[in-house]
DNA sequence: CATGAATGAGAATTCATTCAT
DNA sequence: AATGAATGAATTCTCATTCAT
């Protein structure tokens, strides 16, 4: 194999920008630095993406793309609600795996009101949503609508949890992320989703019939 | 003793600080904002918090005695498993509802590095964690402690999940946050956590035997 | 004896005061910090001297007062133009030695212009060169009279020179200010003013005659 | 390469800052009236110079080159201790003549404690204090080594006394100061540092012999 | 494509002072 | 005599962006 063909300046800065968003949140962060982890000049930011939000915004129609084609993926597949579920799990957490920056930037601005970006947020969620409930919910017979809207976030933030809270558990465990981790991660984050804390470990003492 | 202070500026401040903080984040927001908002001279956040970090400072720590005393509290019951967790749920969500502003703050900055803050918080969530382990998982039987580092942020993730996605989710559904609300949001958090989907849904379809 | 009677606050703002302008010349120190190490609440500052600068003019005129005192004194005893210039250096390697913070702070603003004190300090400078010439000068047969305003400065910088460098020279050697110093320095400047070189030491090479 | 430089917006700059520095003193004086004085936005200061204590650093720096300059020149020619004294007060002069604000600057900031570029201060005047004591003072058979670091400033001292005061004279009597001053500066200066008072005058009274 | 100087607005903080208590 | 809250101006510095080269 021959060396490894240095990534183009317009790539080098998203993934800059994405590195710097998924750490300091996108005001935390200046486009000088960005540059200059991307070794450009600052103009360039401006150049290729009309400025600072304009990376965000390339950033967060990435991540929905990629979640969406999870989504569509899973719809022509057949699978069991379960199955599907898990499967929608696995994929999430291979994705952020492969583009954790970029992922985490999406969470992370997900509450932010940045009215620069807002509208486009708006519009690839509802998308979004529409998508997953399509490939994902309609196996499940949900009594009352009204709680689709508190599972689906719900959902998102069971996945993404291990990694929101990855920095300071790393500093405060020390555990380390390896592949055996994520197995892991993918396999309990299955199990609470699905069967909750039953799913995961038996009440040790002598827990009668419990009243929900 | 000094000029009357007019109904107490400190209070306003660290008012108007959650309220912004939670809208756009620490750095998205800056003290001219704060000040304005609380009615005060700019220069009153540095005389009475030592500067902008220092109003996040105050505002992490009191969400971390918040949930601290809950766990406190919790541990004097004797309750089952099961009743313990429902409880701590309940509890957090009213706290989120009474101190939307100054919870979400703290879970916002949760991922973010901002190295003036970075140790206080790491201090104040080994701390917290210990005591929820204490009060909370000594009912159940984890197999894999290893687990324990996926299921507490997974946990407390889920809780937060409605107020994270809040704004989005009321933009695009038109849903109010009524005190109906709360309690359904209470009680599904409850359910998916203790049962998962297994608690909440009963696949409606042609599902076989399901193999994890 | 009995306690050292605590000094009262004008006395240990002025103090203060002189500690910090003679470290960090007079725009360099906030009154806050001066009020800190006097141990006094910021107001005072302005309720005895008026403001910052009546800090400045409170202590270049004490300065000025006794530099004039020295030469007044000079001026009743009928020395020998020798004996008078060196007994004036040792009385102002005394005052130096005594109130250092004070003289440093005088000798440091005399070439900054603050418009507050020029006024002053010209006013003091003028009526302390008519004294000192007064007491010293008239012993020496200067050719020149235009020479009066280069000996003088001259005169004064060459006293100070071992304390404006002071600092600096301790870092650098290591030497220590003992009371050995004052009294090789005492002698040394005066050598040197009355003699130059020639009074410290002798050439040690074939030096001719000199043409000046 | 980019916009053109319109006439040398740096140069402009540290010219502007050492006028000011040696009239106000580093702390006297704002980024803003210096950037006003060369013409050039205020953020061009942080752009060329990283802030503010660059400028001083610069201006530092730059005065020391020359007077190390000086000496290694002096270091070259072989001249009798005299006449390296002399050549050496001349050329210093000439200095602080073309160059006098920077002059001034070094010389006023020398007493001054600023953390930021103590350091510098110090290696820059060890090395010079080297190269001076080279080139100058081993003609001299200086009897105890520890005159060494009293002579040292005060000679420096004694070569900058008129233009320390120099504001404060002007202001007093009145003199101007064209080049005929400076050649009367330089010889007056020169003769009291080799010779002392004995070198510019005579004591014209019953002056007995004198006793040290 | 790429550069780097330049801009003007805005950032946070500190300043000396005042004033009611 | 002393306090400490409050003010408003001024501090330095950084921001994203633009533009001529």
Redo the contacts between chains.
Sequence with gaps: MGKKPKEDSSTRIIQAAAYFF???????VGVREIAAKAKVNISMVSYYYGGKSGLLKAIVTEYFSHVDSIAIKLSSKSL????A??EFICEMVYLIKEKEDLC?VAM?E?????PEITSL??EL??NN?KLMIQSLSN??????P??H??????F???I???F??????K???G?KIDSAFYK??CD??????????????????K??K?E?
Tied chains: 1, 2, 3, 4.
């Design positions: 998924s750490r300091k949140g996108f005001s935390g069991s609600p379960r199955e579920l898990k985490k992370i997900m509450p932010i009101e940045l947020k708006i969620l509802k949503m196996g499940f017979n949900i009594s009352d009204k709680k809207i508190i599972i689906g976030p719900a998102l933030s069971l993404f949890s291990g929101m809270f990855g920095n300071l558990i500093k405060i465990s555990e892991r991660y309990t984050i299955s199990s609470l989703f699905l069967d909750g804390m039953n799913g995961i470990a038996k009440p040790n003492k827990e009668k419990y929900n």
